[in-house]
């Protein structure tokens, strides 16, 4: 098992930047692959940027490239991702997720084994 809490969302203006953190407990945080989606309302939910466990490889979808970073400290059970550049589409509910003992990345949605409560990212135009 293991928890996951999203902070870091906020309203921000067309441009600028936010971080987000996701801070897991319980089972040892380097088992797990991470990712961050985000739901906007009536859209599905999409992933935008993951992490395997060392935080040696990354993938990030194609909308966020270049303006979204992921990362992670393993010594603070945490991953984060910074985004720069926002934008009003990037509106939505952000989200922290947990793929156990996957060797790469994930990026499938039914990949994901633990799921955060979600943090709300608005971008005003």
């Known amino acids: 098992q293991v928890q996951l809490v999203e902070s870091g969302g906020g309203l921000v203006q067309a441009g600028g930047s936010l971080r987000l953190s996701c801070a897991a407990s319980?089972?040892?945080?380097?088992?797990?692959?991470m990712g961050w989606f985000r739901q906007a309302p009536g859209k599905e939910r999409e992933c935008v940027a993951a992490?395997?466990?060392?935080?040696?490889?990354?993938y990030y979808a194609d909308s966020v490239k270049g303006r979204f970073t992921i990362s992670r400290a393993n010594a603070k059970n945490t991953v984060y991702l910074q985004m720069n550049s926002l934008k009003p589409e990037d509106t939505a509910v952000y989200y922290c997720a947990a793929a156990y003992a996957r060797v790469g990345v994930v990026v499938g949605l039914g990949e994901y084994d633990y799921w955060g409560q979600g943090t709300q990212v608005t971008v005003s135009s």
């Open positions: 992490i395997n466990w060392s935080g040696g490889s990354t």
């Open positions: 319980g089972r040892t945080f380097s088992s797990y692959a």
